[in-house]
């Protein structure tokens, strides 16, 4: 089963706007990741919060992690036509054994 | 250069044969994994193995065998494939401390 639920499953904006995705989960978590996938290719790390952290900002990228509703959110400012991709939240459970992924938001960035 | 390879990238095979798909990953991590991504981009991990070792087995049919013959190679061997087996597989490696995993491209598989 997916531990991570992803909202919206896609989204579409404007070159220049925010996008703006959330991520839900179930269980206690060591960390929360996020990937990003371009059409065809692999999963590029993009950030890492560990859930004694509330916010990680990385360039365009804002993260922040409310380990009480067991929820996270990814913010893409001044968005690029290059930004278009899929885009997962993954959680590395409390063992660290293993990242368990999102069903993913599709993100589509028109020029 | 590139960091985790695996071959081949595309695989189209007849049901009932047997395939294997080869990764490797020069980063100097101790645990490698592989994923399958379904038709509707879903990931789910099958397996992994730290420094050789197997640590998940992910409720995966027996008909796939990994094998790690050493912490930098993890390989993966299908047997009598069937249709379902259709997917990408994505090959991935870290190091211990909590840091992002490193994906492969991808091998996708369709049998047909």
């Known amino acids: 089963s997916q531990q991570g639920e992803e909202d919206p499953q896609a989204l579409s904006i404007q070159e220049g706007e925010n996008a703006t995705m959330n991520c839900s989960y179930k269980t206690s978590i060591n960390n929360l990741q996020w990937y990003r996938q371009n059409s065809g290719r692999g999963l590029v790390h993009l950030i890492l919060i560990r859930s004694n952290e509330r916010e990680k900002h990385s360039g365009r990228l804002r993260v922040t992690l409310d380990t009480s509703k067991k929820s996270s959110s990814l913010l893409i400012t001044a968005s690029r036509a290059a930004d278009t991709a899929s885009y997962f939240c993954a959680t590395d459970d409390a063992a660290g054994n293993k990242l368990t992924f999102g069903g993913g938001t599709r993100v589509l960035v028109k020029p | 250069d590139t960091a985790v390879s695996q071959t081949p990238k595309y695989l189209v095979t007849q049901m009932g044969n047997d395939k294997s798909i080869k990764c490797e990953q020069n980063?100097?991590?101790?645990?490698m994994y592989w994923y399958k991504q379904d038709s509707k981009k879903f990931l789910k991990i099958m397996f992994s193995y730290n420094n050789k070792e197997l640590i998940i087995n992910e409720t995966v049919p027996n008909r796939f065998s990994p094998k790690s013959p050493d912490k930098a190679h993890l390989n993966l061997h299908i047997n009598s494939l069937e249709l379902g087996d259709s997917a990408v597989y994505f090959c991935?490696?870290?190091?211990?401390?909590?840091?992002?995993?490193?994906f492969g491209s991808g091998t996708r598989l369709t049998v047909v």
């Open positions: 991935a490696s870290s190091s211990s401390g909590g840091t992002g995993y490193t």
């Open positions: 980063l100097g991590h101790d645990t």
